[in-house]
């Protein structure tokens, strides 16, 4: 039979191992957790200094510049007025991107201006595309009316804008 001395001895060596242990893994998750928190705060800071005009504020922004009606602009640009009311009434809507470029044609934008709406839409014009170069001829010609750029866009048998 082993000595009660011993057994105590062996209680007190558990209990104090166990509670190095579990204080060891509580300190651990602490500074996991710190770290995590310090990453969150991080990724917090860069989305909102990095945060663009949604496609819907960079939009009606536009349209108020321009000192023009919505109705103008969407029967200009060859769009339904649902679809133009769903742009308007939902912020995280994304219409496709010859909707936008439809409304920034409407709209008259400059290339600088056309390609931040399209990119808040989360699309760009690319030169390796000879839809978008055709988009790309028009602006620098500045020709806005989307009838005009859809027969450019047939003339090389490409989609057009869907007006």
Excluded: W
Aim: net charge negative; proline share 1%.
């Amino acid at each position: 039979m082993i000595d009660q001395k011993i057994l105590l001895e062996l209680q007190e060596y558990i209990e104090q191992h166990f509670i190095y242990e579990s204080s060891f893994k509580y300190s651990e998750c602490m500074e996991q957790e710190l770290i995590l928190d310090s990453i969150h705060f991080e990724l917090d800071e860069f989305v909102n200094n990095h945060r663009k005009k949604t496609l819907q504020e960079l939009l009606f922004s536009f349209i108020d510049k321009r000192d023009v009606k919505d109705s103008y602009v969407y029967k200009k640009a060859g769009i339904d007025r649902k679809l133009f009311s769903k742009i308007r009434s939902s912020s995280d809507y994304r219409p496709s991107k010859n909707t936008i470029i439809a409304l920034a044609l409407a709209l008259e934008l400059n290339e600088d201006d056309f390609d931040e709406l399209l990119e808040s839409g989360g699309y760009s014009l690319s030169d390796s595309d000879t839809s978008d170069l055709v988009i790309k001829f028009c602006l620098e010609k500045k020709i806005y009316n989307v009838m005009q750029v859809n027969e450019c866009l047939d003339y090389f048998s490409m989609k057009t804008l869907g007006v």
